[in-house]
């Protein structure tokens, strides 16, 4: 038996053709443009950040006799999901997570019907200590926070939202 080889053809597309041309910058060039590019866009990513953050602040101490409204519990959602964005563009992994611990928290109290402001309260609290621009804390610290954060989410029983979450983990030991 024998073989007969078979002619595979490639058509020839305007993109190919670009890409094939010589020329352009290097990936480390590209990189570097994109890292500057993205930190001329910090002031306003803290401005971001720093509304969402005043917001989530005045609706969970806006509480009435420790609960929320459903409603505030939306914008709650809303306004921590924009933190999680700004946060992870402009590279602060503790808030980024913190966030995110408390995306999870408030949708897990809307699910269930819950209305409880204190878990939300404990989120924006450790939230404001890892805000740019405040005081500068370690990875330990910061480790630290976020693991009794996990011990609210753990109360409560609520799952990580996002794929990529931190797992809850015991709190780290704090030399002192």
């Known amino acids: 038996m024998t073989r007969v080889a078979k002619k595979i053809h490639f058509p020839v ?10 020329g352009g910058v290097t990936r480390t060039t590209a990189l570097e443009e994109a890292a500057k590019s993205v930190q001329s866009m910090l002031d306003i990513g803290l401005e971001t950040t720093n509304y969402a953050m005043a917001s989530i602040e005045a609706i969970a101490y806006s509480a009435k006799n420790g609960r929320l409204e459903a409603e505030n519990m939306q914008n709650v959602l809303r306004q921590a999901d924009h933190i999680v ?3 992870a563009t402009f590279g602060f992994a503790g808030l ?8 999870d ?4 109290l809307l699910s269930r019907g819950l209305s409880d402001a204190a878990p939300v309260i404990v989120h924006v609290q450790s939230m404001r200590l890892m805000m740019p621009g405040g005081a500068e804390l370690g990875e330990v610290e910061v480790a630290y926070i976020l693991a009794e954060l996990a011990k609210v989410r753990m109360h409560y029983e609520f799952a990580r939202l996002s794929a990529g979450a931190a797992a809850d983990t015991d709190p780290p030991e704090i030399a002192g």
């Open 96 to 103: 980024e997570e913190a966030s995110k611990s408390l995306c």
């Open 13 to 22: 597309t305007r993109l190919a053709e670009l890409a094939a041309r010589p």
């Open 105 to 108: 928290v408030a949708d897990g």
């Open 85 to 87: 964005t700004m946060a």
